[in-house]
């Protein structure tokens, strides 16, 4: 079966370290996605992916970059992590289309010390 | 802009009552709309979807009709059981934004038995 899968399921980090969270589908999906879930903030939309070599900001890009090499993997690295980073980060793939549902990866916690 | 708006919660409910969690939408055109589910621990997955207006989505027990004239697409659930405990998203996806979901805050749902 398909599916969407991200390591590591949990990290803890200190201020200042780069650190790279993996997301890997086996959907062949065009679209990715990262997001990271705040309690007060929903879902906030970090980057995302259209295809292979093409990436975009999303609306809390700062401090956060992806590279899309293939389409299976959209790994996000966070340059230098920082206290404001701690975060449980989600990675989702889905087909292009308005209609297309999204398809999300179980999460990784991340706790920056 | 486009925007979601869903009640804030949580909401807390005996087993086998009535739910609702209404959700109202912003946005010019035709967006589709989206209720999404994320359990304790996991990550999001699709629970139901509407595509046009007077469309209703269903799936598990739920329902929601896409309402143009309200711009309005609540959730509803005859009878809840404690399993349905969970936190759940509106979302809304357009095709002038990329097919990027604009989201809800999410309602956190408590069912006691």
């Known amino acids: 079966d398909a599916e969407i899968t991200q390591s590591p399921r949990h990290k803890i980090t200190e201020t200042g370290r780069q650190v790279t969270l993996a997301c890997h589908q086996t959907?062949?999906?065009?679209?990715m996605f990262w997001y990271r879930q705040d309690l007060g903030h929903g879902l906030r939309l970090i980057h995302y992916?259209?295809?292979?070599?093409?990436?975009n900001k999303g609306e809390v890009s700062d401090g956060y970059s992806v590279s899309r090499s293939n389409t299976e993997d959209l790994p996000l690295t966070l340059e230098s992590a920082a206290s404001s980073q701690t975060s449980v980060y989600f990675c989702?793939?889905?087909?292009?289309?308005?209609?297309?549902?999204?398809?999300f990866g179980p999460g990784t916690r991340l706790l920056v010390l | 802009g486009n925007s979601v708006t869903q009640m804030e919660g949580p909401v807390t409910l005996s087993e086998e009552a009535f739910l609702t969690i209404n959700c109202t939408y912003t946005?010019?055109?035709?967006?589709?709309l989206f209720w999404y589910v994320q359990y304790p621990g996991e990550g999001l997955q699709l629970l139901l979807k509407?595509?046009?207006a007077d469309d209703k989505g269903s799936n598990k027990g739920f329902e929601a009709t896409y309402r143009k004239e309200t711009t309005s697409f609540h959730l509803e659930k005859g009878s809840v059981q404690v399993s349905d405990s969970a936190v759940y998203f509106c979302?809304?996806?357009?095709?002038?934004?990329?097919?990027?979901?604009?989201w809800g805050a999410g309602t956190k749902l408590i069912i006691k038995p």
């Open positions: 509407a595509t046009k």
């Open positions: 959907w062949n999906h065009n679209n």
């Open positions: 992916s259209y295809g292979v070599q093409d990436t």
């Open positions: 979302a809304l996806s357009r095709r002038d934004s990329n097919y990027q979901l604009i």
């Open positions: 946005a010019t055109g035709y967006p589709s």
């Open positions: 989702a793939s889905s087909e292009s289309g308005v209609q297309e549902t999204q398809y």
